[in-house]
């Protein structure tokens, strides 16, 4: 079961979180690039407002691409299984790679605008189908420290892409294609790996109805002696759903059965998106400048910020079976709450004490830390527990279309709103922290060790009213 984690999480959410920091590293030679192939190609000068709506288009593509695969994930995991979706997802990370990678030779800035959006379509399959196969592999009382498998190897992604970053190793001048390039190893990895592990034995039973393919593949991942208890489980269900076939996204908005669930999945991805976790970054490097350190030394303090989500995701993980998604949840959002505070007052008296900065800098790593504990794990894993068979890729596709939507919202009004508001800005993540912990507290059962059908039992007073 740990290997399985590890070769759907390479080339899964790990390319989300690779993607997403490696293109902070190479921003000034790609704006020299930009001004190169422009000026050689019209014979005249990048106009600086064309360059930045350049730019704002490579950076911001990679969403609008995370969108599509959004759209089309649940749709793949359906047709080609959730491990064959996955397999024929890495085709796509190897194509962006090559033209990622030519992109500088040729000198077409073109095709670094189309491996971008190729990657997001490939982040966004991923980060749809990678959770679903974890959450239908994992068995009861392993569910939550598995699916947190996504979390982790996203927050490694990010880590990683850190690291190669740096300007010793591929964010030098003459690197930076071979880095935009690398997405294709984990790829390749995962196309080495993941052909020696079973499909999602729900999957196997539940869509096809081959019953002896899913007790083999239960058989490896639970051992000859334990899978009985979850062929069980999955019988159960498949009895429940009595032929059902999955359902179209559309279809679930119709279903009353499902309504607070869905509600549930929107609220806590677009609170996730909108927590606050974005401006803490774009304000981290401020934050650090204030406190004294040279600018040549920030990246490698950026990557504390890495490693402190890298840290928080293990530790929700080893966590999540022990103290319930809901405690770590809710929690986690009311220390984002507190620390939003503590960032207002010690940013407008940044001045005021020489040792003022330093608390700044501690609220930033406490913030991404009560992030990484909470919001940043759970809201993943809580998707793959709240639907069954029949809802659950559908369910993942309008999360993650959510999720793609407010994550491309901030990117585009977020400058708006610091300029507006400048510290102040994070008033409105107080607010909006607050407001998702005490919906979750209000409308969220804890699924510890519950069955997909148990949980479908507890929503169903909020569905149907309390006397059915």
């Known amino acids: 079961l740990f290997l399985a984690v590890c070769a759907v999480g390479i080339g899964g959410t790990f390319q989300y979180g690779y993607n997403v920091s490696i293109i902070n590293a190479p921003t000034q030679h790609i704006h020299r690039f930009l001004n190169e192939t422009w000026t050689s190609r019209y014979h005249k000068e990048l106009h600086p407002g064309l360059l930045t709506f350049l730019w704002s288009v490579i950076a911001s593509i990679f969403s609008l691409g995370g969108l599509c695969g959004a759209l089309t994930g649940g749709s793949m995991a359906i047709r080609l299984g959730r491990k064959g979706a996955l397999l024929m997802n890495n085709i796509i990370a190897i194509l962006a790679s090559i033209l990622m990678g030519i992109s500088f030779p040729t000198g077409l800035f073109e095709l670094l605008i189309a491996g971008r959006f190729l990657i997001g379509i490939n982040s966004g399959i991923g980060l749809c189908v990678q959770p679903l196969y974890i959450g239908e592999v994992a068995p009861k009382h392993l569910r939550g420290g598995m699916a947190m498998g996504s979390s982790i190897f996203l927050t490694g992604g990010i880590l990683t892409g850190q690291v190669i970053g740096l300007r010793e190793l591929l964010g030098g001048e003459t690197y930076w294609p071979l880095l935009l390039s690398s997405s294709c190893f984990p790829a390749f990895a995962q196309l080495l790996f993941l052909p020696w592990f079973p499909e999602s034995p729900r999957y196997l039973l539940i869509d096809r109805g081959d019953e002896l393919s899913c007790a083999k593949a239960l058989k490896r991942f639970h051992g000859s002696s334990e899978y009985g208890r979850e062929m069980e489980d999955i019988q159960q269900e498949c009895f429940a759903l009595d032929g059902e076939k999955p359902k179209k996204p559309w279809q679930l908005f119709a279903d009353r059965g499902v309504r607070w669930q869905l509600i549930t999945v929107i609220v806590m991805t677009m ?156 008033l409105v993540f107080l607010l909006e922290c607050s407001l998702v912990a005490a919906f979750i507290f209000l409308v969220i059962p804890e699924t510890k060790n519950k069955s997909f059908l148990e949980i479908k039992k507890e929503f169903h007073k909020l569905n149907f009213g309390r006397n059915t």
């Open 271 to 426: 609170g996730q998106q909108l927590s606050g976790i974005n401006a803490i970054y774009f304000y981290a490097t401020y934050v650090f400048e204030q406190a004294g350190i040279s600018a040549e030394k920030i990246p490698y303090v950026t990557l504390g910020t890495g490693a402190c989500e890298c840290l928080t995701a293990l530790t929700c993980g080893l966590l999540i079976d022990y103290v319930g998604r809901r405690y770590l949840i809710i929690g986690g959002y009311l220390l984002m709450t507190l620390w939003s505070i503590v960032l207002t007052f010690s940013l407008t008296y940044q001045e005021l004490y020489s040792w003022v900065p330093y608390v700044s800098m501690t609220s930033v790593f406490a913030f991404i830390l009560s992030f990484g504990l909470g919001p940043g794990g759970i809201t993943n894993t809580l998707t793959a527990e709240l639907f069954i068979q029949s809802s659950r890729p559908a369910a993942y596709m309008i999360g993650g279309t959510v999720s793609w939507i407010s994550f491309f919202t901030i990117g585009m009004l977020f400058p708006f709103i610091v300029n507006g508001l400048k510290q102040y800005c994070f």
